[in-house]
């Protein structure tokens, strides 16, 4: 980064904190006090965005984004800011900031610390502090930043922030952005999926995700199956107990909830149903049923059914004078289900089984 350092250029958000903190740290966010575009003509361009201020350019085969300091206004609470002011002082550009941890600057020839609101301070005491009182307002999804964080800093809110966190939560603006507020909580879930859904029910941060919330009940810790499991979506392990309308979902997460929505009233009398009620839903269905309904039958079928599978195939088959063709499903499905009922079954038995039972009808 030689190359890049200028007295107006700084390390900025982030990047600086993780810094502070000493943990790693993937994305340098910098910040240029004036304008970022103009400063970057000495470097090999990718992209500009004049509307933003901001400058992509390729140094040493890195892509580094620059953006020039600039403040922002909130047209309409709980949507997207615009700018209106680019090219502005350092201090204005921290101030937009969500917490005092995240606006601190450094500068990158003289490495100085730009610490105009006691950043370092909240970083050495852990505490997250916003910087002006209408923070929530004009932006609730830094409420389930604040979770970001305090999950995974363990950090907490300094105390006139966690006064206005309750006020804003106790009079949410629904009308808000929801696909941000979606993205900070995958973030944050994806953290340590428990502790966040604690502090997410503690503080009340689930009213966030739409009117008249109802707190589910939840069965049982089910954070042994996610380590084992690690499923994709597994922020709607938890957070699909919820009403999700107000969140614009993909296909695969509208598929999951489809799924728990028609399993989750049914109660398997046996292996032989507990495999046909889960084994076409998606991982996250079952860890949800588990959760919410009943904890040993899912795990059941996770550990000792999900992945049972007759020895004999289809070339058994064929050795067995079956004719090549649609016998071959109903035949091995059946097996299957004997499969269910007796796990233990050896290969030898099974061709038995198979030529006893199985076979009527379809030999040749
Ligand atoms: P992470 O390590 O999770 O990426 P980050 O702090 O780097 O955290 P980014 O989303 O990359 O988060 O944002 C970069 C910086 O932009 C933040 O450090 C903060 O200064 C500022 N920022 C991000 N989101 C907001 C927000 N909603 N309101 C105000 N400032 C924000």
């Known amino acids: 980064m030689e190359q890049i350092r200028d007295k107006n250029l700084y390390y900025v958000g982030g990047y600086v904190r993780d810094e502070i903190l000493g943990v790693k740290c993937f994305d340098i966010d910098f910040c240029y006090e004036g304008d970022a575009i103009d400063f970057a003509q000495k470097f090999n361009i990718i992209k500009t965005n004049k509307d933003f201020g ?9 892509e580094i984004d620059i953006a020039s300091t600039r403040t922002e206004v909130y047209p309409k609470a709980g949507h997207l800011p615009v700018i209106k002011e680019t090219a502005c002082s350092l201090e204005k550009d921290l101030q937009r900031r969500d917490f005092t941890i995240n606006a601190i600057a450094k500068n990158t020839v003289t490495n100085e610390l730009v610490d105009y609101f006691g950043g370092l301070e909240d970083i ?61 909580l995958v973030e944050t879930f994806n953290l340590n999926i428990e502790d966040a859904y604690n502090k997410f029910v503690e503080q009340g941060i689930y009213k966030l995700l739409g009117e008249n919330q109802i707190i589910p009940e939840i069965k049982c810790s089910i954070q042994d199956l996610i380590d084992k499991f690690n499923p994709q979506y597994r ?34 009398k046996d292996n032989v149903e507990t495999y046909f009620l889960f084994n076409k839903a998606p991982l996250e269905s079952v860890l949800l049923y588990a959760i919410s309904i009943n904890y040993d039958i899912a795990t059941n079928y996770l550990e000792n059914l999900k992945n049972l599978k007759p020895f004999v195939n289809g070339d058994d088959l064929l050795a067995l004078g079956v004719p090549k063709g649609v016998a071959y499903k109903d035949i091995l499905e059946k097996l299957l289900i004997e499969k269910i009922k007796n796990p233990n079954m050896t290969k030898v038995e099974e061709i038995e089984l198979v030529k006893s039972q199985l076979l009527n009808g379809f030999l040749k």
């Not at 907490?156 to 979606?182: A, F, P």
Request: hydrophobic share 35%.
């Open 54 to 62: 901001t400058v992509r350019i390729l140094l040493n085969n890195k």
């Open 124 to 184: 050495k005491n852990k505490k997250l502090r916003v910087l002006h009182s209408k923070s929530f307002v004009d932006d609730p999804t830094r409420i389930v930043r604040g979770l970001k964080f305090s999950v995974r800093f363990n950090f907490e809110l300094e105390e006139e922030t966690k006064r206005l966190q309750e006020e804003y939560l106790d009079n949410i603006n629904y009308d808000m952005s929801y696909h941000r507020l979606k993205k900070e």
């Open 235 to 268: 922020w709607l392990v938890y957070l699909g107990l919820y009403d999700l309308s107000n969140f614009e979902l993909n296909k695969e997460e509208a598929a999951i909830l489809n799924s728990y929505h028609k399993i989750k009233s049914i109660k398997p």
